[in-house]
């Protein structure tokens, strides 16, 4: 990370993965989830780990509610 740089974010593609899930029945099927990685990289004397860790728990929020951001 370079100054000014606090923060680098790295988005991966999504890609389907597949997975089980229940219905309403209660019976496990599966189901195709898009899937994909996100990283974080900061500068500890910038922004301590807490404080990138709040940050990724909300954007991982967004990101698997994006009528959330309306």
């Not at 991966?12 to 990685?37: Q, W």
Request: charged residues 20%; hydrophobic residues 40%; positive net charge.
């Amino acid at each position: 990370i370079n100054p000014p740089q606090a923060c680098i974010l790295a988005v991966s593609k999504s890609e389907p993965k597949v997975g089980v899930v229940k219905d309403a029945t209660g019976r496990k099927v599966p189901h195709i989830n898009a899937k994909m990685t996100v990283q974080l990289s900061s500068d500890r004397r910038v922004v301590d780990d807490a404080l990138a860790g709040q940050f990724m728990q909300v954007l991982g929020g967004y990101l698997s509610e994006p009528q959330m951001l309306i």
